[in-house]
Structures are given as C-alpha cells and as structure tokens.
C-alpha cells in the first residue's frame, strides 16, 4: 500500500463579471488528494473583490496553501505516516501568481494581497508547501468548475 502524498492540486477560475452587479467575486476550487483519491476539495466564492486576474488567482493559492498546511500537521499526527511529511506540492495553472509567491518582496498597493504574500513565502520557507505549474488542461481539480444539474 503506498501512503505517499502524490499529488495535491489547485485549480483556479475567474468568475469575475464586471456588467453584473451580484457575481462580483471570484471563486476559489482546489483538490486533495493522497495516493490517488481525493480527501480534502473545496469550491466557494473569494471573501474579498479582486481587482486582477492575478490578484484571484494568489487568493484561492493561499486558501489552498492554508489547507495545505493543516493536512501536513494532521499526516505528522498519525503515528504510523512517513516521517518527516515531505512539503506538499500545490500544482497552480497561474505562471504569475507562482511568480508572485516566490517572490522575496512584494511591490504591490493592495493589503489584503500583502498579507496574503507573507503567508505564502512563509509556508514556502518554512518547507511546508511547494508550488509547481500545471496545464489547465491537465489540472485534477477542473471538474469543480461546473455546476451540478
């Protein structure tokens, strides 16, 4: 039986639609997954406005980031799990908010974005989490972009 973290991925859409006043934020979608099978998806709307593409898409990496975390401390609890739990890797099909989290400072006006910015390095520093590109093709977590008749 493998227990390995294989892969653990994060898929972003941009729901923003200027001309409609009540679907102004975007979504955030990622999916866990340990040997093959998910354990941990989510999909919900962002708590702020975004005012970029790019700004949505480093939100749902650190919500994804935050779950990230929380599933490596929950691996380190269970006695009989690999030690030490290598950093998990996110796969993002943004290239620039994977610019942005490797970034060693951050140049930018919005607060909620630099909070955001210091959470990520951190994590990343810190060698619990580690950020790859991936296709949106290719992205596991893209059947979380449509709805369920």
Same mark, same amino acid.
């Given at each position: 039986?493998?227990?390995?973290?294989? @892969? !653990?991925?994060?898929?972003? /859409?941009?729901?923003?639609? %200027?001309?409609?006043?009540?679907?102004?934020? #975007?979504?955030?979608?990622?999916?866990?997954?340990?040997?093959?099978?998910?354990?941990?998806?989510?999909?919900?709307?962002?708590?702020?406005?975004?005012?970029?593409?790019?700004?949505?898409?480093?939100?749902?990496?650190?919500?994804?980031?935050?779950?990230?975390?929380?599933?490596?401390?929950?691996?380190? @609890? !269970?006695?009989?799990?690999? /030690?030490?739990?290598?950093? %998990?890797?996110?796969?993002?099909?943004?290239? #620039?908010?994977?610019?942005?989290?490797?970034?060693?400072?951050?140049?930018?006006?919005?607060?909620?974005?630099?909070?955001?910015?210091?959470?990520?390095?951190?994590?990343?520093?810190?060698?619990?989490?580690?950020?790859?590109?991936?296709?949106?093709?290719?992205?596991?977590?893209?059947?979380?972009?449509?709805?369920?008749?």
């Amino acid at each position: 039986m493998d227990y390995t973290i294989r @892969d !653990i991925q994060l898929y972003y /859409k941009d729901t923003v639609m %200027i001309s409609d006043s009540k679907n102004t934020k #975007s979504t955030s979608r990622y999916v866990f997954t340990i040997g093959g099978g998910a354990v941990s998806w989510k999909s919900s709307k962002q708590t702020c406005i975004a005012r970029f593409t790019m700004e949505s898409e480093f939100i749902a990496l650190d919500k994804a980031g935050e779950e990230a975390e929380w599933l490596r401390n929950f691996l380190e @609890d !269970i006695p009989y799990w690999t /030690k030490p739990v290598p950093a %998990i890797m996110i796969h993002c099909d943004s290239q #620039s908010a994977i610019g942005r989290a490797q970034s060693s400072m951050y140049n930018g006006n919005s607060r909620h974005i630099r909070r955001r910015h210091n959470t990520i390095k951190q994590v990343i520093s810190s060698g619990i989490i580690s950020i790859d590109y991936i296709k949106s093709k290719d992205n596991l977590a893209y059947p979380l972009t449509k709805g369920l008749f």
